[in-house]
């Protein structure tokens, strides 16, 4: 069994079937989502129903929430409260009563999916540094946990021989083999808005009978989902951030 983990696809169309079609290639057709399905890019409702129909587990992100009205605005930069609120008129009640009802951590065979930090996921906190991430062991059993919302695809680990922590990959698929006796957290990345300065999209293989997870970086059209952003009305800095991936 292979599932494609996916996180953060912001809305962006353009780069979801850029995945799909990847992870189809290495023998993944069901999806695990860890939110921000919509929020920033311009085909929201196209991104929630590929998800809905694809995604054995899902996992409702911050985004999520704001675009379905149960966050406060507030938390938000300008740029992403102007596009919250543009992306929750885009959505109808269904839409919302679907984000509604999606949990903030779920599990599938050993793996907690979640999507800031299995640790209180309700105040989205971001786990950025080795201390952030090895911290977050303590708030999980299962072997693996995996993340998003920071767009920036990372791997913690945690067992007898030690603590490690990968932040920044020297190669592209990275894979991380599932040691006995180790835990590990995973930060997939981010489909739809990568922020390491890498535009592809980026997002994990997760074979289970390899006991291996491979994160992958896929080229997509990046100039297309930018002109959506600007025809849309939403703010051009979303869509200039897409070609330098940050
Ligand atoms: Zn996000």
Known sequence: MRYAVVSDIHGNTDALKAVIADAADHGARDLLCLGDTVGYGAEPVACLETIGERAVAVVAGNHDHAAAGLLDLRWFNPAARRAAVWTRGQLDANHRRYVEGLPL??????????????????????????????????????????????????????????????????????????????????????????????????????????????????????????????????????????????
């Open 105 to 246: 951590l779920t599990t599938v065979d050993e793996a907690s999916l979640v999507h800031a930090s299995p640790d209180r996921p309700e105040d989205w906190e971001y786990l950025l540094s080795e201390e952030d991430g090895l911290a977050a062991f303590a708030s999980f059993t299962s072997r693996l946990c995996f993340v998003g919302h920071s767009h920036l695809p990372a791997v913690w680990s945690l067992g007898s021989s030690g603590p490690d922590h990968i932040g920044r990959f020297a190669a592209w698929p990275h894979r991380v083999r599932l040691q006995k006796g180790r835990r590990y957290l995973v930060n997939v990345g981010s489909v739809g808005q990568p922020r390491d300065h890498d535009a592809r999209a980026s997002y994990a293989v997760w074979d289970l009978e390899a006991r291996l997870v491979t994160i992958r970086r896929v080229p997509y059209d990046n100039g297309a989902a930018a002109e959506k952003i600007l025809a849309a009305g939403l703010p051009t800095v979303l869509a200039e951030r897409l070609a330098g991936g940050r």
